[in-house]
Each structure stands twice: as C-alpha cells, then as structure tokens.
C-alpha cells in the first residue's frame, strides 16, 4: 500500500507511509556542473532551475508537505556581479511562470531571508506569489534567498527584543523563540540534502537541522533529477532517528 515503486530499481522500495515531512535542499554544484562542459557558470544556474522545477513536483506526487531550497546565501553577494545579476535574473524569469502555473499545481511558495534588498520587480514577484499561494494545499515550498541561518537567528533575537521592551515578561522558551524565525509554524526538516560533494551547511536553517538527517552526493544539483531524490530518502527511511534517547 505505502510502497512507492521507486523509479531507480536498485535503489529499493520508498515506503510513502513514512515519507520525511520537510525535505530541506542545498541546491549546490551548478558552476562546476557548467565547467565540465565548457559553459559559462549561469549556463549551470539554468540547468539548476529546471532541476528545482522537476524535484517540487516530485516531492508533490509523493506527498511530502515542506520542501526548502537554498537558492542564494548571504554570503553569495561575494561573487561577481555578472553572475548574482544572472542569478537573480533566472529567479525573476521562474517566478514569473510559477505564477502562471502555480494554481494547476497548488504548490504554496514561501520566501526565507531578507528580500528587501532585492530588486523591486523581484520583490513585488515575491509578494505577489505569496499572496496567490497562500491558500494552496500542495507542497509548501521554502524559498531561501538573501538567507543566512546566523542571520536569521540574530533577527528573531532582535524581534523577540522589540517584544519584551514592549511589556512580553514571559520567559524565552525554544518553542517560542521559533515564532520568530522565518519557518515559524512549520516543522524541522527531517532530511537535508546536499549534492555536489560538498560536506557542509553553509549557513543553512541552523536552528532548524539540530535533530535533522543529512544526506551527502556528489551529483551535481543540475544533474540531480527524480531518482536521487527517492535514494535520498530511501537511505533516510533506514535511518534511526533517537533524538538523544535509548532505543
Ligand atoms: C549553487 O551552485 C548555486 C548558488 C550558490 C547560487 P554553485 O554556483 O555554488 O556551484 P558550484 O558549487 O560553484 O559548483
Ligand atoms: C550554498 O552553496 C548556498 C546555495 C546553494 C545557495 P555555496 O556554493 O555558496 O556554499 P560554499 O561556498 O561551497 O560553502
Ligand atoms: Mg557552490
């Protein structure tokens, strides 16, 4: 009943009983995925698009309810401008067709990180998939741009700050300092994936990953498709999660 034929035939059964709530994504590896094959690095940033475009449905047909990608970091504003204008280029062109599709596909869009920054075409985009997805029941998909986890820790301290000056005696508990953060109201993310051989969070959901699991590839995001990500979480149905307790 739960089993889920998995489309790779080695890698198992995917048991959609016990699907992870929250997958959480570090979608890394693009500029090398374009290097190998002569191209320019943005060529690499398209290709991720499709990628991301083609893992949401997935996860939508399996029915796994959060799925939060990193898109550009906080510290992604260190790299040439040619390629964060590329960037945020691809980002506008995507957000532009989600509208018109998002609907059919119920997917619900989310923004973590400081947009204020951005553009005022991307930020009126944002606020206008947000509105339009608000009410949607597929997917709730995390989109984290301008996203920093130490940033984003700093800004829920300097929220909950604002609170107490303004007369909240009560005492800072997890659960309530959680409201503050960008995922308030959502779920941990019970699988991190990271591609491209790279064995580290970069400043992703660091409050968020405290009891999660993580799986390491070293697929290149843009060549990550369906099949990596049933391995993914067919190597995390294998998992013993514990959370500090003897089992
Ligand atoms: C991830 O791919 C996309 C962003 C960080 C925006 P990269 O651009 O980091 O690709 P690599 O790691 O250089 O291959
Ligand atoms: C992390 O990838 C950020 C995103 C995928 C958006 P990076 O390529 O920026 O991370 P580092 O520099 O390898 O740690
Ligand atoms: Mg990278």
Not at 195 to 200: A, I, L, N, V
């Amino acid at each position: 009943m739960g089993l889920f034929k998995s489309s790779d035939k080695t890698a198992g059964r995917l048991d959609t009983d016990r699907l992870p709530r929250h997958i959480a994504i570090i979608m890394d590896g693009n500029g090398r995925w374009a290097k190998k094959r002569g191209l320019p690095r943005t060529a690499g940033h398209a290709v991720g698009a499709e990628t991301f475009r083609k893992v949401a449905t997935h996860c939508k047909e399996l029915g796994v309810e959060y799925l939060t990608v990193y898109a550009f970091s906080t510290e992604n504003w260190k790299r040439p401008k040619d390629e964060v204008d590329a960037i945020m280029g691809i980002l506008e062109t995507y957000l532009h067709e989600a509208i018109e599709t998002m609907e059919r596909d119920r997917v619900k869009m989310k923004f973590f990180g400081d947009v204020s920054v951005l553009s005022p075409a991307l930020r009126e985009l944002i606020a206008e998939t947000e509105r339009i997805s608000d009410t949607f029941d597929g997917v709730q998909v995390n989109m984290c741009v301008n996203y920093g986890g130490r940033s984003e820790i700093i800004r829920a301290a300097e929220c909950w700050a604002r609170d107490r000056e303004a007369g909240d005696t009560g005492e800072l508990t997890e659960e309530k300092f959680e409201r503050y953060l960008y995922s308030a109201g959502i779920p941990d993310p019970d699988l991190i994936i990271r591609p491209s051989g790279e064995y580290r969070l970069s400043n992703f959901l660091m409050w968020q990953s405290a009891y999660s699991e993580f799986y390491f590839t070293d697929v290149l995001w843009p060549d990550f498709n369906e099949r990596e990500l049933d391995r993914a979480i067919i190597e995390y149905q294998r998992r013993d999660r514990r959370y500090g307790m003897i089992r």
